[in-house]
């Protein structure tokens, strides 16, 4: 460590009195650094440095010394013998080799984001599909051919697309409300893996300010402010798969930056049938900093992609040799989809204790998907294919006023609003792609989120208690273009979610939490209307009891036990336009999670989940939730920085799991291991990808499905699964300046 005696000079007199200290921390390059942390050790006082690098830090008294501390950069320290009137410090930090040891455990709620931090450090995103993963513990499935939103899984719930996990990119919402596929579809294609700067996550619905699907848990990635230099990669590999990505350092000054990102992909996918996928990502920011200590931000960005599926294949056509297990049974499915993104942040700072936080966004979103899951089994000459349709525009905006009252208490209240206006939301049953049979549903979607919270912390010696309280109310309108007559059916209903949570910080090294919250999700507008406004804003309730330890200075293990009750609710199934019951259910688990630095290059992490997830509706023995992870595992080894190297040796296991409600039927588990490797010699790096290294068959998503071949004369009902990815390798070229 660095140690630095800063001798201020005498002015007045000596002063025996406690004072407060304003500052600001850069990097070596004079660009603000927000999060670090500021800590006086002979008072315990501590602070964080907001997002313009400032801070203010009370009860400073002479021949105090602090410790300015950030993951990456050499900590400093600063010893008062003196003041001399000064209340406003410059530090500048320099960078250096990521180490475990220097990551205390603070006194802070989501402790998670320190996990987080650490995964991003030492395995940075290398796909679209890597974001979601740097979850511990959640779990992604694809089955629509790469462009269709990932199947997700964590803490026992299959969230479908995103219907119980809260998923946000710089404070704009991901999901969908009210989609045309199924309830909080959230496609994060439109997210470049290479603009992500940190992942903001935990698991419950212990926050007051994170409200419409966080049962299980929320995800908020941020994208860069600005880029350190301009890069172009090139990635190739097995099944003619190209992908590009060029990012364009525009604008990097003190107080202002701007960059540009752009991302094509193309891969014809390892299944018998080619998917002809293609993906354009285009994705602009500029930030600045006012002089007042102000901050403003704004992205744009344009997604699009298209894609041919083989969709989901059942059990029996390639165990008789009708397919391979990479087949199709229909090769016409597939989609199209496109997102535009106006998203606008606003940091105000009104003095040295209080700020607000804006953000407003707009985005027009458009989706086209043809699937067919059942195949001849309503109807045997044409087929069952269904398109699923919407032409959506999301407008919102969310602020946030917090204040640190005194040393004791900080103040939090937020407000905002959410309307999505959805057109022509269509389910209908389609041959080939061309000519539409049959119009199952068709209409117009207006619903509208107005929400509040507010929030108290409150910090007493080693303890945190912090209480919260949210208010949303929705209203939902619903035009049926198949009804005779004009229908335009509304509804509205309003729910209250308490938040109160406990930490314990022992000491830097070891930590305890309780937290205890209740939490929703929205239902489909559809399902709203059909039910009159009864039972559709399914409440959860939950609890976390955890620690959070540093047994040695290079290992942090983190762990909680926990409880979701989930009450009646209401699902609007989308692949069928028809409304089913849930009932009530229970989840109980336990989380572990493991990071460890070997040496100054060598990394492992590990995270394990078991849930126990159970109906509480239905007699003992057939209470099994379909398709509830029960044992989750990841566990890696990576390099950082080994003479130019850098890697990933990585495992992921999901265990058999329940496909129906009696386990008389099973999902069968899977264990996969991917490797990546690059070396850096100056501005050039070369990589290699390699998926599924061990080139083991395996069923990447399943389900129980009751279907009828065109052979057939009766159904069958099986499970039905996309095959996940064979070895698969990629070579990366990349070109810094």
Known sequence: MKFLSAILFFVLSYSIHAQSING???????????????????????????????????GIQLNDSLEISKQGFITQKIKFISFLSVDFLTISLEEKPFLLEEVTITNNLKYLNTISKIDLEIQPISNSQDLLRKVPGLFIGQHAGGGKAEQIFLRGFDCDHGTDINISVDGMPVNMVSHAHGQGYSDLHFVIPETVDNIDFDKGSYFADKGDFT??????????????????????????????????????????????????????????????????????????????????????????????????????AVNDGTISHFGAIDPNEGGNTDRTNFNLQYDAKIDENTQIKNTAYLSKYDFELYSNFTFFLNDPVNGDQIKQKENRTIVGFQSEYDQKLNENWRFKLGAGLRNDNNKDVELSHTLNRKTVLDYLSLGNVNQTNLFSFTSFDFTSGKWLINAGLRVDYFKFGYEDQLASVYTNQTESKAIVSPKLNFLYTQNNTLQYFLKLGKGFHSNDTRVVVAQKGQE?????????????????????????????????????????????????????????????????????????????????????????????????????FSVKDLKGFSGSLRTRFLGDRPANEDNSVVAKGYCITDFSVNYQIKKVSIGVNIDNIFDTKWKETQFLTESRLANETASVEEIHFTAGTPFNARLILKYSW
């Not at 050790?41 to 203010?56: E, I, P, Y």
């Not at 002809?276 to 960005?301: E, H, P, Q, T």
């Not at 699902?571 to 989380?591: C, H, I, L, N, W």
């Open 536 to 636: 559709i804003l399914p409440e959860t309730y939950g609890a976390d009891l955890g620690i959070n330890w540093k047994p040695f200075p290079r290992m942090i293990v983190n762990s909680a036990i926990w409880y979701l009750y989930l009450a009646q609710e209401f699902v609007y199934v989308g692949d069928e336009a028809v409304v089913e019951p849930s009932g009530k259910t229970q989840r109980k688990g336990f989380d572990f999670g493991f990071r460890y630095q070997l040496t100054n290059w060598l990394f492992w992490n590990t995270d394990y989940t078991y849930t126990h997830a159970r109906s509480l509706d239905e007699p003992k023995g057939n209470d099994y939730l379909p398709l509830a992870p029960v044992h989750t595992l990841m566990n890696g």
């Open 215 to 316: 049962t299980a848990g929320y995800v908020g990635f941020n994208t860069k402010n600005a880029l350190e230099h301009s890069s172009v990669s090139f990635e190739g590999g097995q099944f003619d798969t190209f992908r590009t990505v060029a990012l364009f350092n525009l604008l990097n000054k003190e107080n202002q930056s701007a960059y540009f990102a752009g991302e094509y992909m193309m891969t014809d996918g390892y299944f018998d049938a080619p998917q002809n996928f293609n993906r354009i990502n285009l994705f602009a920011k500029y930030n600045a900093k006012l002089n007042n200590g102000d901050r403003i931000a704004l992205f744009v960005s344009h997604f699009k992609s298209q894609w041919d599926a083989s969709g989901q294949i059942p059990d029996r």
């Open 24 to 58: 600001v921390i850069n990097d070596a390059k004079g660009k603000p650094l927000s999060e670090v942390l500021i800590r006086d050790l002979v008072s315990k006082n501590h602070a964080h440095s907001d997002v313009n690098g400032k801070f203010t830090l009370e």
